[in-house]
């Protein structure tokens, strides 16, 4: 069979996402900081967009329509006009006569003495004549406030701090070079990440040097800080405080002990008694296992409600957007009328385009926040009993419920419930959080959601004493005595992501608490 190349025309369909609908998609999965930046970047690409101001009611409204009547008139002076004219030059005077007012007032008594100075005077100071008049004051020569936060000292960071207290430690240019390079290996908990080998062999430097080196450094502020690990961390510390004898050294060196609370086997092998073991787990409790956080750079963003959740004086649930977490933005119509007006043949196709992408990205903001405010509206139709009653009455629920009930797919819905929050009586609450898998009853009744039983579970373990630890057959058994079918693994799972211990370890700890209770008590 010969291979050859031919011509042929198949006629098909495809669905094709446009440009447009691919906008709008990432509008509605974006959150309220990812939006703003988003808005930010189109206020800069697009002139015919701005920012709304203020509430943007009716007024503002009002005022844009009569913008665009008044460019679409010849121009014509009108009475309105007038009185603004009138307007700004009794305010113009007015704040002249004000500002000789309060000149005249701080004028000085006797002889006239004159503020200009020469110019002579002020080339010789090497000051120009033409920025500086003599006055005094803060602002800028177009009469704007000075920018407070300019004058704010930044906050170090804690590579910054240690190169400070760097440069006074060790003289030798050399060995700051060394020291320069062990800092940059401390990550921002303040521990030293990269391998002191791997800093020596490539500066090709000694190793006893950068091991005395790193000690130089282990002495800086904070207390902690080049340690290779937690256990070197706490040894640093408890060197600076004179209490890193024998016995702690030993201590100190088993951590996993000390994290499982194995008390008895810490004082067989520290050589002390109980008493002493838990005086010795207390100096621990106050040392900083990261010493670098408190030199943290990244800023905290606040968390803002995408959606309020109130309470009506009928019983019934108000649910509302915040206006403050949905930044808006306008078209400026009256600009583009009368940018095209004079425009010329390729300018009239950027300006077409740009209002076309403006109104556009007006209709998916719209289209954004309806669909946001409808999902909301039907979680809490169907999560009421958790508004009212609280986490043990949270229903289970899945996309496709919320999906049917509003007419829109699942992935439309999951984009939606990403990284939006709603605001309620109980707090604050993302709204994945309101969509949990079902536990079936052992009577065959209407099932349980699984973060209502997971706070049972920590309820339950909340509860316990050091005499009554609940393993998880008890907690199971106790789940079941309340209708809740439920597998002993699930148990463990949902234990497990609550970051709880086991029922030996929860004892363990349990009993060594009482143990320190009663030495703090008998000092």
């Known amino acids: 069979m010969a291979i050859s190349t031919k011509l042929m025309m198949r006629q098909g369909q495809s669905l094709v996402m446009t440009p447009q609908l691919l906008q709008a998609i990432k509008l509605l999965q974006f959150s309220n900081l990812e939006l703003s930046a988003f808005l930010h970047d189109e206020l800069e690409r697009n002139p015919l967009l701005e920012a709304q101001e203020g509430d943007g009611g009716p007024e503002s409204r009002e005022s844009q329509d009569a913008d665009f009547v008044a460019e679409a008139t010849d121009g014509e002076p009108h009475e309105g006009d007038w009185a603004q004219d009138s307007l700004a030059i009794d305010s113009a005077t007015l704040s ?9 007032a701080f004028e000085p008594e006797g002889p006239a003495v004159s503020r200009e100075v020469p110019r002579e005077a002020m080339e010789g100071a090497g000051l120009s004549a033409t920025s500086w008049n003599g006055s005094a004051g803060g602002g800028g020569e177009d009469g704007e406030a000075p920018n407070l936060e300019a004058y704010v000292a930044a906050r170090p960071s804690l590579h910054e701090h240690l190169a400070e207290q760097l440069a006074l430690a060790l003289p030798d240019p050399r060995q700051r070079i060394i020291g320069q390079a062990i800092i940059d290996g401390i990550d921002e908990t303040g521990y030293l990440r990269e391998s002191l ?3 020596t062999e490539r500066l090709e430097a000694d190793p006893a040097e950068a091991e005395a080196i790193l000690a130089t450094i282990q002495s800086f502020e904070p207390s902690g800080v080049g340690a290779r690990d937690l256990a070197e961390c706490l040894a640093i510390q408890l060197k600076e405080r004179d209490r890193y ?8 060196a088993n951590l996993p002990l000390v994290a499982r609370r194995d008390f008895a086997q810490l004082a067989k092998l520290c050589g002390v008694d109980a008493e002493d073991i838990a005086d010795m787990a207390a ?15 990244a800023p905290i ?11 009506a004086s009928d019983g019934s649930w108000l649910v509302e957007l915040n206006s403050d977490a949905l930044p808006r933005v306008l078209v400026n119509h009256s600009y583009a009328a009368k940018v095209s007006a004079g425009a010329r043949d390729g300018d009239k196709t950027f300006i077409s385009n740009c209002l076309q992408n403006a109104n556009w990205l007006t209709k998916s903001l719209e289209q954004r926040s309806r669909t946001i405010l409808k999902v909301a509206s039907e ?5 009421d009993a958790f508004l009212d009653k609280g986490v043990e009455h949270l229903r289970p629920l899945n996309l496709r419920t919320i999906a049917d009930a509003i007419g829109m797919h699942e992935s439309t819905v999951s984009r939606v419930t990403s990284n939006k929050y709603m605001m309620t009586p109980r707090g604050i609450f993302e709204l994945k959080y309101f969509f949990s898998a079902s536990i079936a009853t052992t009577s065959g009744g209407e099932a349980h959601s699984a973060e209502s039983v997971r706070f049972r579970i920590k309820q339950m373990i909340d509860r316990e004493s050091a005499d009554d630890v609940l393993s998880d ?12 079918d439920i597998a002993r693994r699930t148990v463990a799972k949902y234990r497990d992501s609550l970051r709880i211990p086991s029922s030996v370890d929860r004892r363990r700890a349990k009993m060594a608490l009482a143990r320190e209770q009663a030495a703090l008590q008998a000092h």
Do not use: T, W, Y
């Open 96 to 104: 002249a006569d004000l500002g000789a007012d309060v000149s005249n």
């Open 245 to 252: 004898d024998p016995a702690m050294q030993i201590f100190v």
């Open 283 to 297: 100096e621990l409790r106050r040392l900083d296992p990261k010493p670098g956080r408190a030199f943290g750079d």
């Open 197 to 199: 080998a791997d800093i």
């Open 301 to 311: 963003q606040p968390l803002v409600a995408d959606v309020i959740v109130r309470a």
């Open 379 to 383: 979680i809490v139709r169907l999560q």
């Open 473 to 484: 057959d008890a907690i199971v058994a106790r789940l079941k005595a309340i209708d809740i």
